[in-house]
């Protein structure tokens, strides 16, 4: 992903009028709070750094990324903007980086105010420069500039270092065109919001929406079916964007189009038509509102299925924090009392994180997961809900059932078992999860050769069937285990993916290749090294051993 999104930022050439320069972030270890909350301190061997935070970043410095922003908070109790070990020796000796490190917002003074790791701004300006921060982003004021020429002055900084970060900032400008076009591609015709950036927005959604739940068939529902659409996040675009798009929060409904766009209760009264909707909203995202009117409007005769449309409103960064995964009270209750209307209740989730839904989701018959889909995240929904598109995303996260027992797919075997071998990994459910409107059949895994060593490939074959009455696309996850090692291994780990698609009746022979590297790890030495032993491939339900001497 990482690979994939530098390739889109840049293109070719970034001096292209439409195209930018983009920043990793945040470099190293923010993905790992603690506490689960924005900015919190983590606590990461570097063993486990190497393994499973640093590759990442690696595979997007050598796909050409030009800029890196520093972590906004710490790692193993260092700042992420004071860390030289984190910032030069791994970031420049060993992946090989050239270009700009940048702050994050006020991160510098943040030494000063929240790690207090520095007594002065002056002290945390000479330790970020010193650490291998290059650009300080505060464009409010001057202050690093100030205490740097102080610093400069006094020798406490060489000047050399200024030359060193001065060089790569410049070098980026250029590389960008901006000495030539300050103001380059402000009057360009770029497709952002054109017909094929909004076509290519679709299916993006359209392929990413997550269908969790579908007993007795409730999906797709027939487009002659009498609906009520309620929950808080149906007749809005801020849940289906989220942070970081409009606004900053992304919780300004004026910032929003207010024609173009179909909420889902305006995607679905496209659909069927208005004369089939009923909408309540029963609930904000955080309080009761009509809850009994949805209730009788739920009873009533005119209503086959109910669409109940719950997850979070739109939040980013610090002020997104929460104290408890569940789902807000009022939105709990608002599902319950549609479940006692005894009709099907398909639930749609639009949230940027996985909210427990434990107390309904034994209950509602169809559950579809729509993550933040974006302005055609609407149309997507409405497109999956009727049969238009036939559901085809996989869970890029593992959904927990409890809020304290957060798991990992690729977790060890003693993360997931409690006393007498009862099971404490019982998540709502599994990473890579994800059900189709058809079915897929997986047989003859075939694994060549039987063993392996040096830089020898393996070849991992199965056949891929659709023995449904529709055409779809399923995503072929291969997995990865070895069955003893220097340091304990995970149960398993993704290696590669694939999505097909398949008419009714078709099968397809799909082959992956396995490299030396897919088998390695980092070991007690923090070197990655390949350990002879048997590996257990799984695909679909299906396992194959080889062995690598």
Partial sequence: MGVATVRGYEGDDISSPVQVSSS??????????????????????????????????????????HTVMANS??????????????????????????????????????LVTAHHSAATEKEATRIAILAGIDMSMVPLDYRFSDWLLQLAQEGSVPVSRIDEAVRRILTLKYQLGLFTDPLRGIDSNVTLGSPESRRASLAAAQESITLLKNENRTLPLAKTARVLVTGPDADSLIPLNNGWSYTWQGNKTSAYPTQGYATLLGAIREKIGADHVTYVPGASSNQETDIAQATSAATAANVDAIVVCLGEWAYAETPGNIA????????????????????????????????????????????LMAYNPGNEGGQAIADILFGDVNPSGKLPITYPRYANM??????????????????LYVPQFEFGYGLSYTQFAYSDLQVTPPWGSGAQRIQVAVTVKNTGDRAGKEVVQLYLNELAASITPPLKR???????????????????????????????????????????VQIGGLKQSFEWK
Avoid: C
Avoid at 406 to 420: I, M, P, Q, R, S
């Fill in 324 to 367: 408890d995964l569940a789902l807000p009270d009022a939105q709990i209750h608002l599902a319950q009392k549609m479940l006692e209307s005894g009709k099907p209740v398909i639930l749609i989730l639009t949230e940027g994180r996985p909210r427990i839904i434990r107390p309904i989701a034994g209950g509602v018959s169809a559950i």
């Fill in 24 to 65: 990793l972030k945040h470099y190293v270890g923010y993905s790992f709070p603690t506490t689960g909350s924005d900015r919190s301190p983590a606590l990461i061997p570097d063993s486990a750094l190497r393994e499973y935070f640093l590759p990442t970043f690696a595979a997007a410095v050598k796909a050409g990324a």
């Fill in 73 to 110: 908070a710490e790692v193993s109790g260092i700042p992420g903007h004071a860390n030289a070990y984190l910032l030069k020796t791994v970031l420049r000796d060993e992946l090989g980086f050239q270009g700009v490190v940048v702050s994050d917002w006020q991160d510098i003074e943040r």
């Fill in 494 to 536: 993704l290696k590669r993916f694939a999505k097909i698609q398949l008419q009714p009746g078709d099968s397809r022979r799909y082959t992956f290749e396995l490299r030396p590297e897919d088998l390695s790890f980092i070991n007690a030495e923090n070197k990655r090294v390949v350990e002879p032993g048997v590996f257990n």
């Fill in 406 to 423: 957060l798991f990992t797919y690729d977790h060890k075997t003693l993360e997931g078992v409690a006393g007498e071998n009862a099971p």
